[in-house]
């Protein structure tokens, strides 16, 4: 495992035995708290070369609607341009945070639809690296 240097609201932690990154929010955060952490969490990808990112956000809260959209439309798919594959988001929230973003449509067109990058919601942490497991093993699939 190895730890990067962040600020107090997120650990940024990269798991070679699973070859994935784990982003842990410590506590709620700002607007410009929250693009700065998913900044950090993507110089780790590209560090890395790692698009398998378990972002635990039990302990935020949900994100401001422009806040929200600019990481669903704007980050997220740069983010697969910059690490050149696509990035699978392993959301690992609590059962009130997943809640209110059920209400927000864009993440559930998101979750259906092809994009540059897939986004999937948990409310229990082993679930969510299954997934991003399972991610990993399609894409070692020959095309």
Not at 109 to 126: G, H, K, W
Request: hydrophobic content about 35%; charged content about 20%.
């Amino acid at each position: 495992m190895q730890q990067f240097s962040t600020p107090d609201y997120i650990t940024i932690t990269y798991r070679a035995d699973l070859r994935m990154i784990v982003a842990r929010w410590l506590r709620p955060t700002s607007s410009p708290e929250t693009r700065e952490g998913y900044h950090f969490i993507l110089k780790a990808g590209v560090h890395f070369s790692c698009p398998y990112w378990l972002l635990d956000g039990r302990r935020r809260l949900p994100a401001d609607t422009e806040t929200t959209n600019w990481a669903l439309f704007e980050f997220f798919p740069q983010a697969s341009a910059q690490l050149g594959q696509r990035v699978c988001l392993s959301q690992l929230l609590s059962p009130s945070y997943q809640q209110a973003t059920d209400t927000i449509p864009a993440i559930q067109q998101l979750e259906e639809a092809p994009q540059t990058y897939q986004m999937r919601r948990f409310n229990d942490e082993a679930q969510a690296v299954d997934w991003l497991r399972v991610c990993q093993q399609y894409a070692l699939q020959p095309s």
